[in-house]
């Protein structure tokens, strides 16, 4: 309500037009969306009217977002941990376009395929911003006749969903993708994923987690012993993939009243996708009298005994259980899938939407690779995604809460002078520095007043300082000051590289 | 020629249409444009007729480009390279959308604006991608109020020009910009920006490099005491940026021809922009009679004076030289700028066309942010972009032609076993490496052949293998052999990890 009244205060004034907007268009990276995009058909409005041609609109397009100096160090840490994990398991990394032909992406998404993003027709190919990065993948090892891959992929991937900042969903993310591609002995690829989503989650400390998991073959032997006919299989899916956003009671109407569901066929449904469990309910299932005559539910019981056996040998079986509810959105997927959540306890300071949200989810998908050969050559494979962007929301805000200092450049040396006309010298010294491989900077002045430069160092985190002056060059020294304890030691100017070096360790930048 | 045969031969069959097109798609990632252009009507017209719909076309959009797992290994070591560079200078880093909204890219490019990619009209924003980094970086810095700012910024970025791979030109490529944003005393970040650049060009080894200096300021007086109408420079500048694809005689006709200069003007320009050189010159320059008379010029040279000592110091002298011909394309520049080319006899083996060509470029571009900002208030920039499609060319052909063998994973250790039934060992095994840090792989097999998986050792580059069976799980040891020289010792299972950590050290991976 608060944002409200803001809003309505700053729409009552008329002057500085451009200052009151830019303002808005800051909160309202604040603001819940209905309110901003009020406030923003008001301003445009006004903004059109009344001011000059020569200034553009300064926003970034609705659901996308810049990333400061500091959200990147926060980011990059990020980033360094997934891609080390994905490294640890002998991943490669390839790149494809951002868009792909706008036909090769279509037909792989059903219903979803209504939010991607096409290129306007300016002559040439019809193009489409890539929705994700599987499909790509699987183009690209259909157009390489490639059979084995293990590979990662962090990119940016594009939706016209309706953003909500506030539930950490926008129109451009990145996705981190880890997929093993080949024909494999059953279940070590799938898990080790899981593995891989374990130690990821674990090594970024966000808290408590679960890893939920599922295959589609054990759901489609549900819905056909519940008497559902196959080709209402997929929507099926989609309905109950609902169940983290709305009510076991909501997706149980939306399976009656949208899908043509009968109320005895919801409740069969109902009776099963209700269970979760470890190894005990996978025996269990593997005896349910009804389950037993479905080829499809025990052949995805055998393979998730197997996995669980994997699990506990990998020592993960304890983040992990058996969800006969979770079904994925997507299409493509043909047997086991997974998806990770947070437990909330861990988070209570933060934004509740973020809670219990997916931070991470995958599958297996056989059949996507065939699609795009022309023989129909399968290439089996299983991956994940990790959602990066929910997590960074949640990491960021972890950092806020703990006012930990996260610095957003690496300089471990500032070199100084309490003197004036020591331009010359300090470029001499500081390009010894470079060359040696030392991170280092110098104010862009010609005579800056020494407390500005040591006050640039505690700002920023630069945790030595070399200071020259009339003296220092007189007697062939270096000053050498550590900027937390203010201690100061000289050092020979011959060997200052050398003696940097080895203090610069103890600092571990 | 020889490509021509196989196309010709390729569009005479008549069966087996899908994998034909497939290998032409392949091959016309080699093939000059025009014959790929009409090989790809000829058979989209056939694919249209008589494919099945189950196959989409698979290729990437025309000028974009997947990049294998190799040519990624190479790609990620220029941009470590790169990025070291930046953060030794003390650079963050941001992040902004692909996408911008389409009227404030619209104005800021020129004639080249109609190179924009622009996204199709879904209802909501106009827009269109990226044209560059620059334009983004000054709207960030109008939008948040930034007055000053150090930062790099590697993304792709997106040109609808004419693609060719010949000439490493593409539509979607990589820029890698660091920049300085803010009021400094004259030069000195300017001199940074060329440091920067040749510290990325010396430790890229790309062999003998020049980094060709100008002036706007100066080139402006040039064409004023020529007594070109101001109204013209920019055009002029555009034409004489075309100097590195064709020669002085074939840009002075298009100055009288096209620009519309007459020839008297266009000799006396000629006069100027044929000189280059050093110190020496600024020195004759400051002097010339007609120079002198033209404020603006003296305003440059005098600062190119102070560059030069500052060049001087930072010891990079001897590859820059001011060369009164460089224009550079964009409009956005109005002080200092600056084009990296490489000397060709290093490399007389690369395609000819990836020589004596621009491999980096900048200036100083004090008015661009101050468009963005309401008020006009100006933010004063200078910066550089590495054109790292082009060095990653000639390092890639570098890099065949030395047969040096690239790893594309970083796994350290495999976990093998001659014997059967060891699976379950393996994983225990392995998931102890894994969470110490160690990068590990096994085969995704119940029972692999030792022979397969000492090979996979061999074709991977992975230097060290655990060898693990009966025997050894009797003993409590594990059997660690060098791939390399073959050599095998047992080290007890209770330390193994400690063990590797030691015996990786020396492989320094």
Redesign the interface.
């Known amino acids: 309500m608060q944002w409200v009244t803001v809003l309505r205060t700053a729409s009552s004034w008329t002057q500085h037009l451009?200052?009151q907007f830019?303002i808005l268009?800051l909160l309202s990276n604040h603001l819940p969306n209905q309110v901003t995009e009020v406030a923003e058909k008001q301003l445009s409005h006004q903004q059109n009217a009344g001011?000059s041609k020569?200034?553009?609109?300064?926003?970034?397009?609705?659901g996308?977002?810049?990333?400061?100096?500091l959200q990147?160090?926060i980011?990059?840490k990020i980033f360094s941990t997934i891609i080390s994990c994905f490294?640890?398991?002998?991943?490669?990394?390839?790149?494809?376009?951002?868009?792909?032909?706008k036909?090769?992406l279509q037909?792989n998404y059903g219903e979803e395929a209504k939010l991607i993003?096409?290129?306007?027709?300016?002559g040439?190919?019809m193009?489409s911003?890539r929705y994700d990065l599987t499909v790509p993948f699987a183009?690209?090892l259909?157009?390489?006749k490639i059979k084995r891959?293990?590979?990662y992929h962090i990119a940016?991937v594009?939706r016209?969903d309706s953003p909500s900042i506030k539930k950490g969903r926008f129109r451009?993310f990145i996705q981190c993708d880890f997929d093993?591609a080949?024909q494999?002995?059953p279940m070590?690829?799938d898990?080790?994923c899981l593995?891989v989503m374990h130690?990821i989650l674990t090594a970024l400390q966000v808290g408590d987690f679960l890893i939920k998991i599922n295959d589609r073959r054990i759901l489609q032997g549900i819905f056909t012993i519940c008497g559902i006919p196959e080709i209402k299989f997929e929507r099926l899916c989609s309905t109950l993939d609902k169940l983290d956003k709305i009510s076991w009671e909501e997706v149980k109407n939306e399976m009656i009243l949208e899908d043509g569901i009968s109320p005895e066929c919801v409740n069969c449904i109902s009776e099963y996708v209700q269970l979760h469990g470890g190894p005990g309910l996978i025996e269990k299932l593997l005896k349910d009298p009804k389950l037993v005559q479905n080829r499809l539910a025990m052949e995805g019981l055998e393979d998730m005994k197997l996995l669980f056996?994997?699990l506990t040998?990998?020592?993960i079986i304890d983040q992990v259980s058996l969800h006969l509810s979770l079904a994925r959105g997507l299409a493509y997927y043909t047997g086991v899938i997974y998806e990770a959540v947070l437990l909330c306890h861990k988070h209570s300071h933060l934004n509740e939407s973020l809670n219990l949200r997916s931070v991470a989810g995958g599958g297996r998908y056989d059949e996507l690779v065939a699609?795009?050969?022309?023989?129909?050559h399968k290439v089996p494979c299983v991956g994940l995604s990790i959602g990066v962007e929910r997590l960074f929301s949640i990491i960021e805000q972890n950092n806020e809460m703990s006012k930990q200092k996260i610095r957003?450049?690496?300089?471990q040396v500032l070199v100084a002078t309490p003197q004036k006309n020591f331009?010359?010298f300090k470029?001499?010294l500081i390009?010894e520095l470079?060359?040696a491989?030392?991170?280092?900077?110098m104010l862009?002045?010609?005579n800056p007043r020494l407390l500005e430069q040591l006050q640039y160092c505690e700002e920023t985190g630069i945790p030595l300082a070399i200071i020259v002056g009339e003296q220092e060059l007189n007697d062939g020294i270096v000053k050498l000051r550590d900027v937390v304890t203010r201690k100061e030691v000289n050092i020979p100017q011959e060997n200052f590289i050398e003696e940097i070096k080895r203090r610069l360790e103890k600092y571990n930048t």
Not at 54 to 62: Q, S
Not at 64 to 69: A, E, G, N, Q
Not at 371 to 376: A, E, M, N, P, V
Request: contains cysteine; charged residues 40%.
């Open positions: 451009p200052v830019r268009r001011a020569r200034n553009p609109i300064l926003k970034v397009p609705k996308t977002r810049d990333f400061s100096p990147m160090a980011r990059e490294k640890r398991h002998g991943a490669m990394t390839i790149d494809t376009p951002v868009f792909e032909l036909e090769l037909e993003y096409d290129l306007e027709d300016q040439g190919e193009l911003l183009r690209f259909a157009m390489n891959c293990k590979r940016k594009y016209r451009e093993i080949g494999y002995d070590i690829p898990a080790e593995k130690e056996e994997y040998l990998f020592g699609k795009f050969d022309s023989r129909g957003t450049r690496e300089t331009l010359a470029m001499k390009s470079w060359n491989g030392i991170k280092a900077e862009y002045k010609k």
